[in-house]
């Protein structure tokens, strides 16, 4: 099943070769910062490619965090897992436990829609994800926005700046920051 949103007037979804290229810049801008995402070929003769990065977000748990496209969704899907330092993974409930309150209440309305666990398509191992079913209804209101304003935007940046902090990652202010200097040097 596709999901398609209409934007000026138009279906929209993210390509596949877009998505490439606002991750290549995303790295580009990862680099600029010294914060250690990487570009990764998981697997030759896949269509799926990963940005991935890691964080330890806290003393006492490390976060993974992996970002692949979905041809089904014609979206970024939202691939992570955290452990404690000894190794032992969280659970789902530890993992819901650690979601920010102020997003609670609108995921728990569907929580098997936002935060599952299921196989990382490319590693075979149990990750978590935040589904990408709702993805272009988001960010076809986020992208409408920066059009309106005549704003460039890399949809990987607005993208995880939105669905990041709901499972701790916070990208820092430098990347909106990296993407407007760009587009001002651009004019």
Not at 120 to 127: E, I
Not at 148 to 168: A, D, E
Request: aromatic share 14%; glycine share 6%; hydrophobic share 35%.
């Amino acid at each position: 099943m596709q999901m398609s949103l209409t934007l000026g007037g138009q279906d929209f979804f993210l390509e596949e070769n877009k998505f490439k290229q606002d991750c290549v810049e995303f790295i580009k801008f990862s680099q600029q910062m010294g914060d250690n995402w990487q570009w990764k070929n998981i697997k030759e003769g896949l269509d799926d490619f990963q940005a991935a990065g890691i964080s330890a977000t806290s003393e006492v748990i490390r976060y993974e965090y992996h970002v692949l496209y979905s041809c089904s969704y014609q979206a970024p899907v939202l691939y992570f897992r955290a452990c404690f330092l000894d190794g032992r993974p969280l659970t789902l409930d530890e993992i819901w436990k650690g979601v920010p309150e102020c997003y609670k209440e609108r995921l728990w309305q569907g929580p098997w829609d936002t935060i599952t666990q299921q196989e990382h398509p490319l590693l075979g191992q149990p990750f978590f994800v935040l589904h990408p079913c709702r993805t272009n209804q988001f960010m076809s209101s986020v992208l409408s926005s920066s059009h309106k304003q005549n704003r460039s935007t890399n949809y990987i940046i607005s993208w995880l700046s939105i669905v990041g902090p709901v499972v701790g990652l916070n990208l820092p202010l430098g990347y909106a920051k990296a993407v407007a200097e760009q587009s001002s040097s651009a004019d």
